[in-house]
C-alpha cells in the first residue's frame, strides 16, 4: 500500500502526490468518489467508459433481458419500483 501525507487547505482541498497520481493514471480534471467509514476517507477514482465500451455493456444487458424473457416494460416497471424504494 502507497501511504502518503496530505494537509488539508483553509478551503478544505487536498493535493494527491504525484506518485499516486501517476500510479494510477489520475489527470487533471479526473473524477474521484469519496466514502467514509467512522473516522476513514477513502477515494476511488471514477472512470467513465467509452462509448463502445458502454454500448457493448448496453448490447450484453438487452441480450441477457431478452433471454430471462424481459420486456421493455418489464424494465420500466422494475425501475419504477426501485426509485420508489430509494425515496422511502
Known amino acids: ?17 504525484v506518485n499516486i497520481r501517476k500510479l494510477l493514471s489520475i489527470d487533471s480534471g479526473d473524477k474521484l468518489v469519496a466514502y467514509t467509514s467512522g473516522d476513514v476517507i477513502m477515494l476511488k477514482t471514477l ?15 438487452q441480450k441477457w433481458a431478452a433471454s430471462v424473457g424481459y420486456t421493455e416494460n418489464d424494465v420500466n416497471d422494475i425501475i419504477k419500483s426501485t426509485r420508489k424504494k430509494n425515496r422511502a
Open 1 to 17: 500500500m502507497n501511504t502518503q501525507i496530505v494537509t488539508v487547505s483553509s478551503k478544505g482541498q487536498i493535493s494527491l502526490p
Open 47 to 61: 472512470k467513465l467508459p467509452s462509448a463502445e465500451e458502454f454500448e457493448a455493456s448496453l448490447d450484453e444487458a
